[in-house]
């Protein structure tokens, strides 16, 4: 099926609905909403984030005011769109289309942009095809498709599911580094009225976006109907709602016409194809339902239709996970917590045999246990992120401790886009410190799993997301957090990576009784701790604690005075002011001949410690 029938069948749509879009506006023109509307919506109101104060007065078209958040949201998500080059056997550039990336490493376009392999395989992604702020031309940055590592296309929807390559063609780029937008089966993403916005390569040129003039007038079983302006080249672009959740794969427009059927041109005359197809009216455009397309993936994938490695990546693709809030990077736009839990229902977390040798998580004592905040869904203490878990303590609402996998030998680089934290849906938000504690002083939200740590093989780009949940940070002062600690994080995450070694790091705060109370709601806790592990070369664990304080920097959080040092200590000095359990750790540590109580060494800096 070519684009022209596409064209075609949803021009036939259009038509047929005449009657019931016209009753709809006249009745939306008086403030009526039907039951059957009244039903979506609250549908609808189900995925709105809980943090959008607003959303609901832009769906009943109350409101238009957005949050100024809507356009860092919107950039990161543009970073996933790209141009295709669909190339002929020659290697001549033989048209454009549009794609995004959907998982972390697949993207969706047209079956009529790629309708079959060999085009796929000779074809091209441009990312960052876009004018920068002063309007001068990025640098493109070109990948490969890999059909032979998964390709699905269906004519009737119009999609095509197809693999890309994850290094980029003529630099070190990865793929990792721009994110995916995942994709909601539930359906009700978008109602007729609400607003859609468009990111698309019209033509073949630099990245636009559509936002003007792009309300929802139809929808349909398997398609939408909006009035976005599109262009040739536009096939395959991604359709959005006001939370920039995908509700669409754009495909085909809807030409205006006259009462001969003649199709019209912008200007009011009776179009030819002399004038060129960018002079050619539209009345609206369509969409195919995101929804639509992954039923259809999930009956195929049910039929037994792929492979193992390719159930591997439509299983990313199904449980690509959502935030509970913004995320902070751009692999990431807004879902439902409904989703996130499913998703988190799925992660496996810290793995306790990845040095071979098991090491498992460290023991509460019962006194720990019964601090332990409820999940709201789900069982079990254990907080569990891709590459690394946690347990939180309810009544300090900051971990015990969490315990993450480095893996040297596929660490992945993604730049740090602007933080925005948000809280885990599992535990209630009361049981979690959230942005207020660092408002007008000098803490920063300093990650107890470095943001780097997880972020390795081709769940990376996830797993630097799940660093940033508030679980995963404790109140650090910034001299602290900067520089000796940082500088400690460095010097393991850079062992592991200089020679490609698997290391499982486990850290946490000391919970004292003369904590400092801050602002009468907060204990900062005045002493971080790690314990690092890794396998020698005869295959033994080797373990070593490290414990550093910054009670004389919060000692006046205004003027920050004193020294701040690393101690390098025994485990079981860490379980003695912990409580925690570690185990046959203890068994491991070079320095297990040493007395818990007694004198610390001091490291004076990164290149001091041993491993």
């Known amino acids: 099926m070519n684009s022209d029938q596409h064209d075609q069948d949803a021009a036939a749509r259009f038509d047929a609905r005449r009657d019931e879009r016209q009753a709809h506006q006249s009745d939306s023109a008086k403030g009526i909403i039907s039951f059957a509307e009244m039903t979506k919506l609250d549908a609808r109101r189900d995925m709105i984030h809980p943090d959008d104060g607003l959303a609901l007065e832009r769906i009943l078209g109350t409101s238009d005011l957005l949050e100024i958040n809507f356009l860092d949201l919107g950039r990161r998500a543009a970073r996933t769109v790209g141009r295709i080059q669909v190339r002929d056997l020659s290697g001549h550039v033989r048209e454009f289309g549009t794609g995004f990336v959907v998982s972390p490493g697949l993207l969706l376009t047209n079956n009529h942009v790629l309708p079959a392999a060999d085009s796929a395989r000779r074809s091209l992604l441009d990312l960052d095809f876009e004018d920068d702020e002063h309007f001068r031309p990025r640098t493109p940055v070109v990948f490969s498709l890999d059909p032979d590592r998964f390709f699905h296309t269906d004519a009737a929807l119009d999609f095509t599911l197809v693999a890309v390559r994850p290094v980029a063609n003529d630099g070190p780029a990865e793929l990792a580094n721009y ?12 109602l007729v009225d609400e607003y859609v916005a468009a990111i698309q390569h019209p033509g073949g040129a630099p990245k636009k976006i559509a936002l003007r003039n792009n309300k929802v007038v139809d929808v349909f079983d398997d398609f939408i109907h909006y009035t976005t302006d599109t262009e040739r080249g536009a096939s395959g672009s991604p359709v959005f709602n006001d939370q920039w959740q995908v509700v669409a794969l754009h495909h085909a427009g809807v030409k205006k016409r006259d009462s001969a059927g003649r199709v019209l041109a912008v200007d009011g005359a009776v179009w030819t194809p002399a004038m060129g197809e960018d002079r050619i009216a539209y009345v609206a ?10 039923a259809h993936l999930r009956c195929a994938l049910t039929a037994g239709d792929f492979t193992t490695e390719q159930k591997v990546l439509l299983d990313e693709l199904f449980t690509a996970p959502p935030p509970a809030a913004p995320a902070g990077g751009p692999a990431r736009v807004l879902a439902t917590a409904e989703r996130a839990l499913e998703f988190f229902s799925r992660v496996k977390g810290y793995e306790a045999d990845f040095l071979g040798p098991r090491v498992e998580l460290p023991k509460l004592s019962p006194a720990q246990v019964a601090d332990v905040p409820k999940r709201i869904k789900g069982r079990g203490h254990v907080l569990k992120y891709v590459h690394f878990s946690l347990v939180m303590c309810r009544s300090r609402r900051i971990a015990y401790y969490t315990a993450v996998n480095i893996d040297g030998r596929q660490t992945v680089t993604i730049p740090r886009d602007r933080d925005v934290w948000y809280f885990d849906p599992r535990i209630a938000r009361e049981d979690q410190i959230g942005p207020d504690l660092y408002e007008r002083n000098d803490l920063d939200q300093g990650h107890l799993v470095r943001r780097n740590d997880p972020v390795w093989g081709s769940s990376a780009a996830v797993a630097n997301e799940d660093t940033f949940h508030f679980t995963n940070c404790a109140p650090q ?25 698997k290391v499982s790091v486990f850290t946490g705060p000391v919970f004292r009784a003369d904590d400092m109370t801050y602002r009468g709601a907060y204990r900062l806790p005045a002493e971080f701790w790690k314990v690092v592990v890794m396998r020698r070369d005869d295959d033994s664990l080797s373990a070593t604690a490290y414990l550093q304080t910054q009670k004389n920097l919060l000692e006046d959080l205004e003027f920050a005075y004193g020294s701040y040092r690393t101690y390098q200590v025994a485990v079981s000095r860490i379980e003695a002011i912990t409580g925690l359990d570690f185990g046959r750790l203890r068994d491991f540590d070079p320095l297990a001949d040493m007395e818990s109580t007694g004198p610390a060494r001091v490291i004076g800096g990164p290149e001091d410690v041993r491993l």
């Open 179 to 190: 994110g995916f937008l995942p994709l909601i089966e539930k359906k009700g993403k978008v």
């Open 477 to 501: 002062h910034a001299r602290l957090n900067r520089r000796t600690w940082l500088g400690l994080e460095d010097y393991i995450l850079n062992n592991a990576d200089n020679h490609d070694l």
């Open 285 to 294: 455009n369509e969409g195919v339902r995101i929804s639509s397309i992954m």
